[in-house]
């Protein structure tokens, strides 16, 4: 009988993707874990490197891996949102697959760390990549995972942080760095 677990379903995700050639990376609280502190999360995110035209190679590793698109076109979908929501099957748990196309996507991506889960080498964006994403997104806890991120990695590549961080801020128009000096500044005095 197949586990239930996140650790099962992320074994045999990377497993899929792995042997499709994807190159991939496990994103947001599963990648926390790795890198932080537990947490409670109840889904798997996870960005591939693709264009949307490679969207029909992945649903049918998805599909054969267990992990059901949700939408009623995930074809449609990837194409238009860069997504494809799922239901894992044997877990019940989302799995989000992200399909990373731009440059700093396909740097993190470069970038992942693999450790070892259920026995399978699982690929992980590296602490720094993860930090980028946090303080982008910047929903409440997401700025608490940041600040645990920072306590956790005291020793990340903060000049590439930075660099990035640059990029969004062109793009988003958003004070990105302010984000990073304000949180530095209350992880040291805590």
Not at 19 to 38: I, K, M, N
Not at 55 to 61: F, M, N, P, Q, S
Not at 107 to 121: D, K, W, Y
């Amino acid at each position: 009988m197949p586990s239930s677990s996140p650790g099962s379903l992320l074994a045999r995700l990377a497993q899929a993707l792995d042997e499709a050639g994807f190159r991939y990376a496990v994103t947001g609280g599963q990648a926390l874990l790795l890198h932080s502190r537990p947490r409670t999360t109840l889904d798997v995110d996870v960005t591939v490197a693709g264009y949307p035209e490679d969207a029909g190679r992945l649903v049918e590793t998805l599909r054969a891996a267990g992990i059901i698109p949700l939408p009623d076109d995930p074809l449609a979908f990837a194409h238009r949102h860069y997504v494809i929501p799922c239901l894992d099957g044997a877990t019940g748990l989302r799995v989000d697959v992200t399909i990373g196309f731009t440059p700093y996507e396909m740097e993190a991506l470069a970038r992942a760390v693999t450790a070892p889960v259920m026995g399978c080498p699982v690929h992980y964006l590296a602490p720094e990549d993860l930090l980028v994403h946090k303080l982008v997104a910047w929903r409440p806890q997401d700025r608490v995972d940041a600040q645990e991120l920072l306590r956790a990695q005291p020793h990340m590549d903060l000049a590439y942080v930075r660099r990035w961080l640059r990029e969004f801020e062109k793009a988003l128009g958003t004070r990105l760095r302010a984000r990073l000096n304000r949180l530095l500044r209350d992880t040291r005095s805590s």
